[in-house]
């Protein structure tokens, strides 16, 4: 199982306080450290509307190049394309979202103008010889305009696949959804479009974030998102807890016999680290509770 | 699925303050409002061993008595059986533990003697017409000894249900069981002894504890323990968060379409409440993130 570290980009888009380029980077270099061989660095979102991210150039020219670690920067136009080329991604992931009411506010933009652009990023990243892969936000509910049904979803899975990415992730981005959700929808993605890679990423707002990953791991997601220390909340939802936490998601994939590469240690004492310059205790719990010696494969 | 409200006794057992008889009563009347139909309200252990279960006597003569819920106490011998017959509980909740170290420190007595007590405790229930249940501690792990086998699980589950409990209960006491473990050990549980009720008892210390309850609900069991407002720790891992939540639990299982007959709202308001009066920030995430108004029962 790939686990995406989602913390550089969604962790700390939300934060009040700007946080140093340097702090940054090394909340990246920690994340390499301990195995991590995916890494959204940054989003090359226009800096007015989110200030977090406008040292997105300066981040990814100081992150570490290693050998198999493939950084991705978050796009939602042209514009940030070009940005993210010219800074030198291997991915860039792109965003379609599952309402209109929601793409308003996000992209500014229809979905059906949201789709189209889609096409066009998409076209050009493969002749650049950047990977592109495509995030469907609010793929589980809405905050605007509440259930969001499988067969959209499906639909718009349609529409998003016939670009051609190698990967598409169905967002769970307010932390609404359940299981039988994930089950249904993740299944229909691999069964529709078997050939792209299918990935989830989810927020644990309502304490269901954990066993969304357990159901998508077994409906056959390549690839799941988290954040070390599990920042990140919603606009939408201020008081929300963030992204599953990489340590927490690696402890409980680790009990489940879920090969991942990754050390539990390392992400652990890097969540607590993070809290420290956050100045809050972060939602992960790995890091206060500590590992568990014991815990053997059973699957 | 039932859900048996432990926030009274697991949930309280630990908090260094003592906290006003009145205060757990209201906790109880709270949890009635919302529907629970079953509620840990006390321990009758040696008040010298847990203070905060000293007024267990006065607990049980101010909760209501309402047609249709059933009150437990937990004991851990016949002096707490006698007890717990005085104040008028309606079930006792027994409590083994699955390793020699943990016993001792717990019980204060080995795992033997424990079984020993606990053929008395039973019959006499029985014969009292009281509903003897007996909860399997440390049963996913133990912070003593490491990892729990499945095997030995299941071999004490047999001498425990050779007592005739109506239910039995496979506690993860300090939060690092995984999905898969429970699968394993509650199937056994389900297909060794199906007469006997199976019950359930997750602490999120890990983040493991909704995917558990998931995994316990699809496993077969009748109930599951949960606290309002995810209250309780561990001795033995202070830092860690407890019970799984009341509401959190109740949002996932209403999603799964799953019936439980519980008010959220209730349960969240209880929640934050119980935050308030405690001075801290519980740990369930429902009463902070807002229900979802449209998450319909897809399963």
Redesign the interface.
Known sequence: MEIVEVGPRDGLQNEDGLVPTRTKVELVQRAVAAGLRRIEATSFVHPGRVPQMADAEQVMAAVPRVDGVSYSGLVLNERGLDRALDAGVDEVNYVVVATETFSQRNQGAPVEEVLARWERVAARAHAAGVRPTATLAVAF?CPFE??VR?EGVATLVDRIAAAGPVEISLADT????????VT?RVGRLREDHPEIAARCHFH?????G??N???AVEAGVSALDASIGGLGGCPF?P???GN??TE?LT??LT???VLHGLDQELLAEAGTWTGTWLGAQVP???G???T?????A??
């Open positions: 509910g509440g259930e499988a307010i932390g609404v959804g359940v299981p039988s959700q249904e644990n707002t309502r304490n269901t954990y066993a990953a357990v159901a939802a008081a929300a807890t599953v936490a927490d402890y409980l009990g489940l016999g992960a719990l790995l206060r509770a500590g568990f010696p014991a815990v053997s059973v699957r």
